[in-house]
């Protein structure tokens, strides 16, 4: 799921080769959050935007906590969808561009938004996007790589260049770790509160979770790390629509409702 790429980034992110999926830890983070959000599906489930789903482990990782609510993964690559499509009932081709996601304004109760916001080039349009396709009060799950990690703390204490940033689409350099999977923006969790505000949302809660490529010598400890979500590995947050503001315009041309393709 991308925003407005030029052509060589469109090209790394239809690699085949470029990973697509995250930890479940993370993921069963998140989705307990969001099952906390939005209570048991009533007769009317819940509509759930998973924007950005990937090859849809994070969504089947999801499935027993968000049972009887319909997730809708979204994502710009086609290789993503296709395998999605083994994880996922409904699926939808999108992209984070000028023309808007082909959703119509206020048809998801929740998105998911799981490491994505770290590879857009224009993030502010991405969250007015967002924000379009969520009904008042909607809820937004954001997870992204932390900047200010435990373990990025000491790195650049020691001169070295911070896990999960990267200076370069055809290697690692300057720091730990040897794959390539193009993050363009690392947050910090003040920084994140303070974007998300100014974007329209609610910040309700910001949680940690942990990176499952730590060295596992070090797991425990990044576990542990997690009850302080300003030195996690992962930041999760919870925030939820504000009224009128940034992104609250009416449906465009081509936007319908959620549905599959």
């Not at 023309?99 to 799981?114: N, Q, T």
């Not at 770290?118 to 991405?126: C, I, N, T, Y």
């Not at 007015?128 to 790195?155: C, F, Q």
């Not at 994140?192 to 910001?206: I, P, Q, Y």
């Amino acid at each position: 799921m991308t925003s407005t790429l030029p052509g060589g980034l469109r090209d790394f992110y239809e690699d085949p080769a470029v990973p697509v999926a995250s930890g479940d830890a993370r993921s069963l983070r998140q989705a307990r959050m969001l099952a906390d959000a939005l209570g048991p599906a009533g007769a009317e489930p819940s509509v759930v935007l998973d924007v950005g789903c990937g090859d849809g482990t994070a969504a089947r990782a999801a499935a027993p906590l968000l049972a009887g609510h319909r997730v809708v993964g979204v994502d710009w690559s086609q290789d993503a969808l296709r395998r999605a499509r083994t994880h996922m009932s409904d699926v939808i081709r999108g992209e984070l561009s000028d023309a808007g996601l082909p959703l119509s304004p206020g048809c998801a109760d929740a998105v998911l938004f799981s490491e994505v916001i770290e590879h857009l080039v224009d993030p502010d349009s991405a969250l007015d996007e967002l924000r379009r396709v969520l009904k008042p009060g909607g809820h937004l799950m954001i997870s992204t790589p932390n900047l200010a990690a435990w373990y990025n703390r000491a790195l650049l204490l020691a001169g070295v260049q911070p896990v999960f940033s990267e200076v370069s689409l055809r290697g690692i350099h300057g720091r730990p770790g040897s794959e390539v999977v193009g993050h363009l923006r690392l947050y910090t969790a003040r920084a994140l509160k303070e974007f998300l505000t100014a974007s329209g949302f609610d910040v309700v809660r910001v949680a940690g979770a942990p990176f499952h490529g730590v060295p596992k010598v070090l797991r425990p400890l990044d576990r542990l790390v997690c009850a302080a979500p300003s030195a996690a590995s992962i930041l999760l947050v919870h925030a939820r629509k504000r009224g009128d503001g940034p992104g609250g315009g009416s449906d465009g041309p081509g936007h319908r409702a959620a549905g599959t393709a």
